[in-house]
């Protein structure tokens, strides 16, 4: 988490939630992908007006459940 919070800074207004391009690069996805993440239920979102975002603690759970796969 410590790594994360550093490579990844907290937009100021809404600390917590991170916007597509920030969870496709911290997941290391493309934005297709993303949208196949929100449809299938994958990854929880929030939708402001007609922007998705996502809370950081969402997305360090998928991080964490697909690095566990992984090893």
Do not use: M, W
């Amino acid at each position: 988490t410590k790594s994360f919070n550093e490579h990844f800074a907290p937009p100021a207004q809404f600390p917590d939630l991170l916007h597509n391009g920030d969870v496709c690069r911290i997941l290391n996805i493309s934005k297709r992908t993303l949208q196949h993440y929100r449809d299938s239920s994958v990854q929880p979102f929030i939708q402001i007006g007609h922007k998705c975002y996502y809370k950081r603690e969402d997305v360090e759970a998928l991080l964490a459940k697909s690095n566990t796969r992984k090893g």
